[in-house]
Structure formats: C-alpha cells, structure tokens
C-alpha cells in the first residue's frame, strides 16, 4: 500500500495533465501507459486494503460499519474534488486549462487520502491473523487456490462484480456528454450536485447498519439495486419520449425545474447506489470465514486478488465499450454540426444505446447477487465453529 501511493497520485496527475503537441498516436500510447499504472496501483493498494477490513471485525453487523464508513469518505473525496472543479477550475466541460487543475489538486488528494489510510491502520498489523507455514509448492498452490475460488458465495459476487466492472467502465467519462450536450449544463450551474450527493450518500450510509440490523444484507442490496435500475435511467429516458413524440415530461434544458429534479434525483441515485455497495461490501467480507471453514486457510489475500485484477480487466472492456458507442454515434464525425451534438440527433443516439445497455449490465448483476448464499445464521455459525469471538 505504502509503495502504491506516489505512483497512484502521479499517474493520475499525467492521464487528466495536458500532453502538448504531440501526434494521436503517440497521445493514444502516452494514455494507455498511464491508465496502466494507475490501474496497477489501484490494484496493489485496494487489495491488501480490502484484506485488511474482515481482519478488522468478524461481526455480521459490524462490517456494515466498516464499509459504510469508507463509502463515506470514498464520496467525500471522490465527489468533493469534482464539486470544487466544476465550481473554480473548468469553465465549461471541455475546459484543457480547468483539467490541468483538478490533475494537480486531485494527485494531490489522492496521496493524502491514501497516506492517511495507511498511517491510520499500521497500528493494526501487530493484531493481524498469522497463517500457518505454507508449501511453496506450485502444484499444491494451485489446487488450494482452485479449492478457495471455488466456493460459491464468492463465485456470485465475483461474476456479479464483473458485470458492475463492465457498467463502470462504461460509465467512465459519459457524465461528460451527458452535462455538456444532452442537458447542456456549464460546470458552475451543477457545482452544487456532487456536495449534495454526497451529504445524501452520508446521511442513508451511515443509517446502513440500523437499516440491516436483524434482516438479511443480501435483500435489502437487492431491493436498492432493482429500484435504482428502474428509477436511475428515467429523466435521461424521459427526455428521449420528449424529443420522439413530441411531449413536455421534462423541463426545459437551463430551467430551474429541471435543476431541481436532476438535483433531487441524482442524490438519491447515489445515496441509494452507495448503500447498496455497503452491504455488497459486508457480503464478501463474511465469505472469508465460510473459505476458512472449508479450506483451514483465511484467504483474504486471494479473494481480494483475483477480484481486482479481473475486475480491472472486464472495466477496460468497458471503457472500450464506451468508446464505441461516442465513436458510433457520431461524436468523432468531422462534419458534424453543432446542432447533432448540442441536443441533437448524436446525442440522443448516444443516449439510446448507452440506457439500453446501462439498464443490462445492473440488472444480470443483481440476478447474479440473487445467488448468494451467506446469511446471518450461517455466518454466525461459521464465526463461532472456527472460534472467533464475537464482537458486541
């Protein structure tokens, strides 16, 4: 973790930093190296910190607690740094000059907040489970790791993870379009909108573990996640009846009507996503001691591992995903008006294909979630035959 930080911060700071003048080719390599490292160093430091949460409490209800709580500030820094750019540094969507600040100030945001998290849990080492001497053999290596993947909780939620991993990489950047040519906002107009995401993520997050006290994690998750894939696409697919048939659903692009319910809508969205995840979260955290049951190994590490690593994999493919349906809906057409993209047929074509294939991508995950099979009783069980103590 500690190694990650600077690589982290400074392969963030080079992806958003202006180039200069050089060639589309040499742009094109100069993004995938840096998108790698990046990637890289998200990996190396969220996978021992993921490993590190179940080590912190056996508690069913109490990893709600942790992973509430890094939701929390995963918004807070997430959606504050983006606040503060939309309101000071970019004048429009598209503003080179804007980037380059939240480049520096967000690397910089981004190493803080990583030494912090690191500085804060070094404590902990000492408390930390110890294994058992393993056998460096590679054979019997591979057998226990088939052995621990092969566990069914961790199957669901892994394919399920992938599927999430897909929809956020098609995500990446698509907020971009969607605030400068479908509702053609300036960044200062919706300034306002991560502050207000955030405090709805906060307030629903921290009553996460009231909310789950005595039911099960995975119903409630379930729950919130079939009703943001129904509610979540409505004012994009709204305006789309709007333009296709004539009607007036949704207010007027620049409104103060529609600023509202943006506002009101998109804070919920993310206060229930946010919620949704903490229990997601908690859900592989009790997968461990289920591993451990069956195998006498805590296998924190592995889980955590192959989780990131293919995950990061399927979010590329997104990414490229994204690309093409900007590419396919006419976005990188030289001679396109600025009437097809400003409320025009581009982006509306671009929104069509994105909600159809943004409403799949949840939904087959959430089907996925539907598999898991750990709840309260079970885990309990699991904690009190291995002879962990329960906590208060």
Sequence with gaps: MYFSIIPFALSYYFILSDPGDISQDNLFWRLVFWLIVLRMCLTLFEVPRGALAPE?????????????????????????????????????????????SLAFWGGIGIFIGAAVSCIGTHKNIPDLYEPKPRSTDLGLMLREAIETLSNRAWLVLFLAGCFYALLIGLESGVGTYYNEFFWQWKPEDIALF?????????TLVICAPFIAKGRSKKKIAVGVFIFTIIVG????????????????IIPSNGSDTLWYILAIHQTAMAALGALGFVFITSM?????????????????????????FVH?????????????????????????????????????????????????????????????????????????????????
């Design 284 to 308: 592989s955290m009790d997968i461990v001691e289920q591993v451990e049951k069956s195998t006498d190994r805590r296998e924190e590490g592995l889980l955590g591992t192959i989780n990131a």
């Design 233 to 248: 696409p409505l004012p994009v697919a709204l305006r789309l009846v709007d333009v296709y048939y004539g009607t007036n």
């Design 56 to 100: 912190l409490s056996k508690d069913y209800d109490q990893r709600n607690n942790l992973a509430a709580l890094a939701m929390i500030f995963g918004w807070i820094g997430g959606a504050g740094i983006d606040s503060i750019a939309r309101a000071f540094w970019l004048d429009s969507f598209v503003d080179i000059d804007g980037y380059q």
């Design 312 to 392: 990061k994999l399927v979010g590329a493919g997104g990414v490229l995903i994204s690309g093409l349906i900007i590419s396919f809906a006419g976005f990188d057409n030289p001679n396109a008006l600025q009437a097809d993209l400003y409320g025009g047929d581009i982006i509306n074509n671009f929104a069509i294909i994105h909600l159809a294939i943004g409403i799949s991508l949840p939904f087959i995950s959430t089907l996925l979630v539907l598999l898991y099979d750990i709840d309260r009783s079970k885990h309990n069980t699991h904690v009190s035959d291995l002879g962990y103590v329960e906590e208060d």
């Design 194 to 202: 991560p502050l207000l995401a955030i405090a709805g993520v906060a």
